[in-house]
């Protein structure tokens, strides 16, 4: 009987993933035409006006635990993703951060504490060469750090859903990051910021769920300062197929009843999955995120491409 | 003012050492008078760098409807709980006449 059950389970992932292939397909013929606003949510086609709504209530649906069915789903592992993501960014303190689809603030909260610690490192390095300070040096010392500790860092974090948002502000109060953070309600795809504003543009696990990516880039691309760069953290294509046949049954067969039994919500996670195998490859991304118009782009594979980063500059 | 008293030649860099590498914890918020603890209040600060996403041009805050304003297209944004919706959808028409096409004029 097991056997049985396991084969159907692979013949309707089977038809599942040749599916995906086509679905592939269709997705690259979208968006070129802005009358004919046939896109997909999951594996189902929909208008784009259908998609928004849905991936709202998607969101809607698990914004209040979305932080730990994130743990669960990827067994942690999407925090070490994370901090990778600031590895590479490396800011400094007085960087200007724009997280776009950051409703729940991970790298807004992980940007601070990175400023912070750099900032620590800025003080110690100061400090050796003020072994013979004046009275006046160390009185100016005491009025900068009281103000400004983050050297004029900011971090702010836009998302189009006001229940995530409310829940990452909620997050940050508890957690004490006060300063340094601004919370703002925008769609990816019309910014509400100036152009030329921010040194560093992240989005973490966010791009694919919106409706016209094209669209989202040329806006990351009008705020960004020249010489800012664009830092994007999503799932991808896994290149190892032992581990892409271990992961599609761990996505498909594991990753709804997760989603079921924590959130109580299949359908949300069935479309998360669904729209992870959508979304283009690291090659094909990284093609889009050119036609942009960034420099210098490039992709780091995470966990055999289960997710990457991708990195781009304005020059 | 203390930290300077206790400053005294050998001293003195031992205690600009202590303040300097253990600040005022930051998760300790400090200050109590700090506008963005209120969850409430807006913090006018946002509009250093806010924009309308339609037009591209700065905003104004209109205190007695907690509302941000585009005066020239005609559009107020609202403010929930200290946070400005900035999506055009979300947003009321002040004035309906003329420039309801605005979508067009986001996309060169």
């Known amino acids: 009987m097991a056997v049985v059950a396991n084969r159907r389970c692979v013949v309707g992932l089977c038809r599942r993933l040749c599916g995906i292939t086509a679905m592939r397909w269709f997705t690259r013929f979208q968006h070129t035409d802005r009358q004919r606003v046939e896109t997909h949510f999951g594996f189902e086609p929909v208008s784009e006006a259908e998609k928004k709504e849905k991936v709202q209530q998607v969101f809607d649906n698990v914004a209040l635990k979305y932080d730990i ?60 060469s003020w072994q013979n300070l004046s009275w006046l040096e160390i009185s100016k010392s005491y009025q900068e750090t009281g103000q400004d500790l983050l050297g004029g ?23 004490g990051y006060t300063k340094g953070l601004s919370w703002v309600v925008g769609n990816a795809e019309e910014l509400p910021f100036f152009d030329d504003n921010f040194d560093i543009y992240t989005v973490g696990f966010g791009i694919r769920n919106m409706t016209n990516i094209k669209q989202a880039l040329q806006e990351a691309y009008r705020v960004l300062k020249p010489g800012g760069r664009f830092l994007c953290l999503e799932f991808s294509q896994v290149n190892n197929p032992l581990i892409s046949r271990i992961y599609d049954l761990y996505s498909f067969q594991v990753i709804p009843v997760l989603g079921e039994v924590i959130v109580g919500d299949w359908k949300s996670y069935q479309y998360l999955v669904e729209s992870i195998r959508l ?28 997710a990457a980063i991708h990195s781009g500059f304005k020059l | 003012m203390l930290g300077l008293a206790a400053c005294r030649t050998g001293r003195r860099a031992s205690a600009v050492t202590r303040r300097l590498l253990h600040p005022a914890p930051h998760r300790a918020a400090p200050n109590p008078p700090d506008p963005t603890s209120n969850k409430k209040c ?10 309308c996403p339609l037009s591209h041009k700065p905003l104004r805050y209109e205190e007695s409807t907690n509302e941000l304003i585009n005066e020239e297209l005609g559009i107020a944004y609202p403010i929930i709980d200290g946070m400005p919706n900035m999506i055009p959808q979300d947003a009321r028409m002040i004035q309906k006449e003329k420039k309801q096409e605005e979508p067009e004029q986001s996309q060169h």
């Open chain 1, 153 to 175: 860092s900011h971090a702010v974090i836009c998302d189009i859903n006001q229940k995530m948002m409310a829940f990452g502000e909620k997050k940050a109060r508890q957690l």
């Open chain 2, 42 to 51: 807006f913090n006018p600060e946002l509009l250093s760098f806010l924009v």
């Open chain 1, 69 to 128: 069915m994130n743990d669960f789903m990827t067994l942690g592992i999407h925090r070490l993703w994370k901090d990778s993501l600031l590895r590479l960014m490396k800011p400094y303190p007085g960087t200007r951060l724009l997280d776009v689809a950051g409703g729940t603030g991970d790298i807004a909260f992980l940007f601070l504490d990175y400023i912070y610690s750099q900032r620590e490192i800025q003080m110690r390095r100061e400090l050796k």
């Open chain 1, 279 to 306: 979304f283009p490859a690291q090659e094909e991304f990284k093609a889009m995120i050119e036609d942009a118009g960034f420099m210098k782009v490039n992709y780091h594979n995470l966990a055999s491409g289960i």
